[in-house]
Structures are given as C-alpha cells and as structure tokens.
C-alpha cells in the first residue's frame, strides 16, 4: 500500500496536510460541544439562571456543529479528490506496463486478472485511500484528545472506559485473525468468475452451437457459489463488529450513569451537582473514545482486503518485461529489407520441449519466403521472433543484418507490417482499421489507405457497405465474416509501407481465387520488399522463391517448390495430399 503511496505528488501532499489541520478543527470543535453541555448542566441546576445564559450556550453548541459540519463535507471533497487522483494515475501506470509486456507476462497475468486488477482492485484501494485517510487521521486525534479531556473527571468511570475500549480491541483482533486470509482468496475468485464470463461471450457462437448453455451455466455457478459463500462468510464476520461495537457503547453509557448515581448518592449536597455535571460530559468524551476506535475498526474493516488489492497491483507495476528494449535505431544500409535466421532454437518460458531447433535460412530483399509444416510443427513459433513477440532461446534472428534483441522496439516494429493468424479488427471505422498505428513516417494519405484496400482484395465489399469507408466495424468485426477481416488486416499492415511482410496464415479464409489475387497484386506493387508467408495451403506457397518445411521444430527442408518436390518427403506429402500430381507438375 505505501508503494503505492509514492505515486502521490506534492500538490496532493499538500492537500493531505490541509486535511489534516482541518480535521483537527473538526474535532476540536466536536470534542468543544461537551463543554457547552457542561455548561448548560450547570446553569440548569443552578438557581436564578437566565433562559437567555442557556440560549447562548446552546448557540455556541449549535456553530460548533455547523461548523463541523462544513469541515466534514470539505475533508470528504478533499479526501474524494486525492484518491480519485491517485486511481487514475496508478490506472495509467498499470496501462503503461500491460503496453511494454510481452507474450511471456501477458500469459502470466491472463487478460482476465488484469482487467479485475486494472477495475475491481484499484477501486478497492481508492475506497480505501477515501475513507482511511480521513478515519486515519481523525480516530486517534480523537481518541487522544478525548482522552486527556476526561483524565480528571472520575477515575471509576475512566476504568469502565479502559474496559470497554480493551474489549473492543480483543474482538477486532480475532475477527481480522479470522477474517484477513479469506480476503486474500476473494480477488483471485473474482479473476476467475471474470474468466469464466470472459469465455462465456467471447465464445458464444461456439457454445450456442454445441447446445452447451447448461454446462457454461453450471459452470459460472460453481465458480460464482464459490465467490458468494467466501464473501457472505466474510460479511457475517464483519457484520459481527457493529452490534458488538453499539452493544459496547451502551453498555458503557449505562456504567457510567450507574457509577455517577452511586457517587452522587453518596456526595454531599454541594458536590452533587459537580459530580452530575461530571457525568454528563464524561459519557460525552466516553462515546466521542469509543468512537475512535470504532472508526480505526471500519479502517481494519477495509485494509485487509485493500492491502490485497494493492498487493496485485503492485504485482503488475514490478513486473519487468523479459524482452528488454534495444538502443540500436540504424540499420545496415547493404542488407535491409534481409531477414536472417543462424542456429535458432526456442522453447516457451513455461514449457519443457523445444519448439524449434538449430533453425536457419535467409530471407533476401524482395523475396518471397514461405514456411509450410504440420499442425505445431513450429510455423507461427518461428515468424514470432521476428517481431520479438518472443526471444530465441539460442542462435540470433537478424533483420537488416542487426540481431533483433539489439534494436529499439519501435524501430524493428516499424520495419514489419505483421498481419496475424487471427484478424484483429478495433470498434471504429474500416478507414480507421486499416489507417491505424504509425510507422516513423507521415501520416497515410487517404489514396494510400484505399489503394492498400484496393490490393488487399477489399475495395469491393468496402464500398458496398452502406457508409463504405467510413462504414463501422462492430467490436471483434463481428459484423464482417472472416475473409473480409482478413483482407482489411492485410491491408493495415500494406497502408504501413513496411520493410517487411508477415502474413501468418492470413490467406487462410479467402477462396483459392482472391488468395491468388492478392499474391498477384503484392507482387506487383512490392518488389522491393520481403515476404514472409506462413500458409498450410501449397497454393498459397507454390509460387514462393524459398519454401521452408517444417517438421517436429526441425528444418526437413528449404528450396522451391519443384525441388522440394523431387527432395522433400514431407513436402510432397503435404502437397500431394492437397492438389493432384499434374496440378503440381504443371505448377511453377
């Protein structure tokens, strides 16, 4: 939580102090009431008194209570404004580091933790920052001050006082024993109902399809039950607190109105108004006491479970990315547009077996390279060291001759135009899907955006939405099918003019004859530039200058098509599982 703190600048120090001087006020003018009661006591028991004496000192009563009232409301605003602040700038600083994660932290942490970390968890340690920080600083200005108001009064009531207050301590010490390590539970649980529900939608069509409602359903119930049985054990304890608190409270009132008959009963006439008066502002300060701790209780209420919210989100904030950014922004001026793998092998972070070994061949300027392989033979594994989504395990990945590790990330993005298995489309307007992001260089002209469109095999479905370019795309392009989020994906990455091309089985939904558009207009419209293709159709890659096959992680071999044909049994495996043997030979 002090962490956390840090984050806090001078201004809301500042503020903090403010509040600070004010609560003291607040409670100087609430402990001042006592007194006028005192008074008020006094003149009441005495003979001869004017009504008007007992006017003024109930008015004086009523200012201090308006004034503390004011006081209040501008501590709350304060106190409002300064966590509200704090949120947003460790909101900010969570966003900030999610951007510099990679795969290895992303899969960590899963989407589902991080948003509940990012909502939920710094929600919790807001509430906590708004309420603590008042109760913080009031309780024991409070306790103290009302402390030394009643030292003198009566050293019988000041027992029953001390008794009462220890009784309370020894309750809200067991139900925080109780209680603390349930809280630690309640957050994961609540990442897990987030994942379940996260699934649930995002998979929709897939459980509607399979008739799997009832398991979905039974599913997030077991999960959400969890969640709900932990949470209502933990407000049953907690509830426990406040009658026990009131129960305390009225019981102490009750001591020491019998204490102050019994002392009265026994005084001489003369003294029992002094002890009466006595009385009555004792049982004042006695409640303003235990009121203070009742308040450092609502604090042990809320801290437990904002200390674990605050725990994860420093979790994040701590965490430093694996795949640490470059200095180098030059490149080879002889080799770009190169791409080279030398003796890679690679294993994810978490997993026992090598996904790739001893891998390498050259992609030159102008290229086209394809890779083609089984299902987990290491295709997808392979292009993701390029853009350093992951890092090599062993030997280097070179781009413009310079090992990928050494470059500043920005400068290697801005290099490749990656186009992923999966098309990602953003809610916002197909112009702005495919003029998105930048790319160290002006900002893309419209003809640049519709003419990366119009070669991404897109122009026609484009301009026959009804807004046509700046027609919506709903969150996930669920109202496009997949070829069409396909070739706008292609397109964002052709609008960016990059060194590089990374199509990552991207032709996969389009039929054979867009498929065979789209390789024709790249071609023609980018000699100069590298094609890395990842495709599982020999159509896709039979026009490739360099085929690579890959098998079990391993290079089985690397050549055109027709030498690999004659070479390459897993090659002609897989390309005669597809097309026919005069289809093949006739190919190039």
Same mark, same amino acid.
């Given at each position: 939580?002090?962490?956390?703190?840090?984050?806090?600048?001078?201004?809301?120090?500042?503020?903090?102090?403010?509040?600070?001087?004010?609560?003291?006020?607040?409670?100087?003018?609430?402990?001042?009431?006592?007194?006028?009661?005192?008074?008020?006591?006094?003149?009441?028991?005495?003979?001869?008194?004017?009504?008007?004496?007992?006017?003024?000192?109930? /008015?004086?009563?009523?200012?201090?209570?308006?004034?503390?009232?004011?006081?209040?409301?501008?501590?709350?605003?304060?106190?409002?404004? !300064?966590?509200?602040?704090?949120?947003?700038?460790?909101?900010?600083?969570?966003?900030?580091?999610?951007?510099?994660?990679?795969?290895?932290?992303?899969?960590?942490?899963?989407?589902?933790?991080?948003?509940?970390? !990012?909502?939920?968890?710094?929600?919790?340690?807001?509430?906590?920052?708004?309420?603590?920080?008042?109760?913080?600083?009031?309780?024991?200005?409070?306790?103290?001050?009302?402390?030394?108001?009643?030292?003198?009064?009566?050293?019988?009531?000041?027992?029953?006082?001390?008794?009462?207050?220890?009784?309370?301590?020894?309750?809200?010490?067991?139900?925080?024993?109780?209680?603390?390590?349930?809280?630690?539970?309640?957050?994961?649980?609540?990442?897990?109902?987030?994942?379940?529900?996260?699934?649930?939608?995002?998979?929709?069509?897939?459980?509607?399809?399979?008739?799997?409602?009832?398991?979905?359903?039974?599913?997030?119930?077991?999960?959400?039950?969890?969640? !709900?049985?932990?949470?209502?054990?933990?407000?049953?304890?907690?509830?426990?607190?406040?009658?026990?608190?009131?129960?305390?409270?009225?019981?102490?009132?009750?001591?020491?109105?019998?204490?102050?008959?019994?002392?009265?009963?026994?005084?001489?006439?003369?003294?029992?108004?002094?002890?009466?008066?006595?009385?009555?502002?004792?049982?004042?300060?006695?409640?303003?006491?235990?009121?203070?701790?009742?308040?450092?209780?609502?604090?042990?209420?809320?801290?437990?479970?904002?200390?674990?919210?605050?725990?994860?989100?420093?979790?994040?904030?701590?965490?430093?990315?694996?795949?640490?950014?470059?200095?180098?922004?030059?490149?080879?001026?002889?080799?770009?547009?190169?791409?080279?793998?030398?003796?890679?092998?690679?294993?994810?972070?978490?997993?026992?077996?090598?996904?790739?070994?001893?891998?390498?061949?050259?992609?030159?300027?102008?290229?086209?390279?394809?890779?083609?392989?089984? !299902?987990?033979?290491?295709?997808?594994?392979?292009?993701?060291?390029?853009?350093?989504?992951?890092?090599?395990?062993?030997?280097?990945?070179?781009?413009?001759?310079?090992?990928?590790?050494?470059?500043?990330?920005?400068?290697?993005?801005?290099?490749?135009?990656?186009?992923?298995?999966?098309?990602?489309?953003?809610?916002?307007?197909?112009?702005?899907?495919?003029?998105?992001?930048?790319?160290?260089?002006?900002?893309?002209?419209?003809?640049?955006?519709?003419?990366?469109?119009?070669?991404?095999?897109?122009?026609?479905?484009?301009?026959?939405?009804?807004?046509?370019?700046?027609?919506?795309?709903?969150? /996930?392009?669920?109202?496009?099918?997949?070829?069409?989020?396909?070739?706008?994906?292609?397109?964002?990455?052709?609008?960016?003019?990059?060194?590089?091309?990374?199509?990552?089985?991207?032709?996969?939904?389009? &039929?054979?004859?867009? &498929?065979?558009?789209?390789?024709?207009?790249?071609?023609?419209?980018?000699?100069?530039?590298?094609?890395?293709?990842?495709?599982?159709?020999?159509?896709?890659?039979?026009?490739?200058?360099?085929?690579?096959?890959?098998?079990?992680?391993?290079?089985?071999?690397?050549?055109?098509?027709?030498?690999?044909?004659?070479?390459?049994?897993?090659?002609?495996?897989?390309?005669?599982?597809?097309?026919?043997?005069?289809?093949?030979?006739?190919?190039?």
């Amino acid at each position: 939580m002090f962490k956390l703190l840090k984050n806090l600048n001078k201004k809301e120090f500042g503020i903090i102090s403010v509040m600070s001087l004010l609560i003291i006020g607040q409670v100087w003018l609430e402990l001042k009431m006592p007194d006028y009661m005192s008074e008020i006591t006094t003149l009441v028991s005495t003979e001869g008194s004017a009504m008007s004496d007992v006017l003024v000192q109930g /008015g004086y009563m009523l200012l201090c209570a308006l004034g503390s009232l004011v006081l209040m409301a501008i501590v709350g605003f304060l106190s409002s404004f !300064t966590s509200a602040s704090l949120s947003k700038k460790i909101r900010k600083r969570i966003f900030d580091k999610v951007e510099e994660f990679g795969m290895e932290e992303m899969n960590k942490f899963s989407v589902s933790s991080l948003i509940t970390r !990012t909502t939920n968890d710094i929600t919790q340690v807001q509430m906590f920052i708004s309420m603590g920080m008042q109760l913080l600083i009031k309780s024991p200005i409070m306790a103290v001050w009302a402390i030394l108001k009643i030292l003198n009064k009566g050293i019988e009531w000041s027992v029953a006082t001390g008794v009462a207050v220890l009784v309370l301590l020894v309750i809200i010490s067991i139900l925080m024993i109780t209680v603390l390590p349930k809280f630690k539970k309640v957050q994961k649980m609540i990442d897990d109902v987030n994942n379940v529900t996260r699934e649930n939608l995002k998979g929709i069509r897939i459980v509607r399809a399979f008739n799997a409602e009832e398991y979905q359903e039974n599913k997030f119930e077991n999960k959400n039950t969890s969640l !709900t049985k932990l949470q209502m054990f933990n407000q049953r304890m907690m509830s426990i607190l406040s009658p026990v608190m009131y129960l305390v409270m009225y019981f102490l009132t009750l001591s020491i109105y019998l204490i102050g008959a019994k002392l009265i009963d026994g005084a001489q006439l003369m003294d029992k108004i002094d002890i009466f008066s006595n009385m009555v502002v004792f049982s004042s300060y006695a409640m303003q006491v235990i009121m203070s701790f009742i308040m450092l209780a609502m604090i042990f209420i809320m801290y437990p479970r904002a200390s674990v919210s605050a725990k994860r989100i420093n979790e994040v904030i701590d965490t430093e990315p694996n795949i640490k950014n470059g200095t180098v922004k030059t490149t080879l001026k002889d080799k770009v547009g190169e791409v080279e793998f030398k003796n890679v092998s690679f294993k994810y972070p978490d997993g026992q077996n090598v996904v790739l070994k001893d891998i390498s061949f050259k992609a030159k300027k102008g290229s086209i390279t394809a890779i083609i392989g089984s !299902t987990g033979s290491g295709k997808s594994s392979l292009i993701n060291l390029i853009p350093r989504f992951y890092d090599a395990t062993s030997g280097e990945v070179l781009v413009d001759g310079i090992n990928v590790k050494d470059y500043d990330l920005e400068i290697l993005h801005n290099k490749i135009g990656y186009v992923p298995q999966k098309a990602v489309m953003f809610s916002d307007s197909v112009y702005n899907n495919v003029d998105y992001g930048e790319n160290g260089k002006p900002k893309k002209s419209e003809v640049t955006v519709k003419k990366a469109i119009e070669i991404a095999q897109a122009k026609d479905f484009v301009e026959a939405m009804p807004n046509g370019y700046d027609d919506d795309v709903s969150q /996930g392009g669920t109202n496009i099918s997949g070829g069409q989020k396909q070739r706008i994906a292609i397109a964002r990455a052709i609008a960016r003019d990059p060194e590089i091309y990374i199509f990552d089985d991207s032709f996969s939904a389009l &039929d054979y004859k867009t &498929d065979y558009k789209l390789r024709k207009e790249l071609k023609k419209n980018f000699k100069d530039t590298t094609m890395i293709i990842v495709a599982q159709r020999i159509g896709t890659v039979i026009d490739a200058d360099q085929i690579i096959v890959l098998e079990d992680g391993k290079c089985a071999g690397i050549g055109t098509h027709k030498e690999l044909l004659k070479n390459c049994d897993v090659y002609r495996e897989i390309a005669y599982s597809q097309l026919s043997k005069e289809e093949l030979e006739n190919a190039r």
